[in-house]
């Protein structure tokens, strides 16, 4: 017989979120993997949504993408710069998440500005 916890392991990476969660392990893991930010970064996108994964993010700008991931992962703050966009760019190149800059679907919440949009990769 297995034991719960063998069953529970096999649950989790059956599910998509385990999935998501064993690719950035593997990803951080290579030389040329994903740096500690894009790691809380992914993280914390993954995590989000109650039941399912959130399949698309749209946020006003790169600050506010960096505060809810310094909050997240319990840094002080985040540099917004070129670390961000960088973190970004390597999620995007390890076919995590597809990042791009667009005008948002919802222009009443988010107004007409560009801002940062984040797809779920399939």
Known sequence: ????LKQKGRKFIDIERGQLITKVVKFSNQKSGL?????D???YLILQGNSR???SFFFKDLDTLAKKVAD???RDTIPTK?????ALKSISN????????DLPVKREK?????????????
Do not use: P, W
């Open 110 to 122: 988010h107004g007409d500005r560009r801002g940062v949009r984040l797809t779920l990769s399939k």
């Open 35 to 39: 740096s500690k930010l894009a790691v």
């Open 1 to 4: 017989m297995e034991s719960k």
């Open 94 to 101: 390890a076919e995590l998440y597809k990042y791009s800059i």
């Open 82 to 86: 070129g670390a961000m966009s960088l």
């Open 53 to 55: 994964t959130i399949k």
């Open 41 to 43: 970064i992914s993280i």
């Open 72 to 74: 997240f992962s319990g």
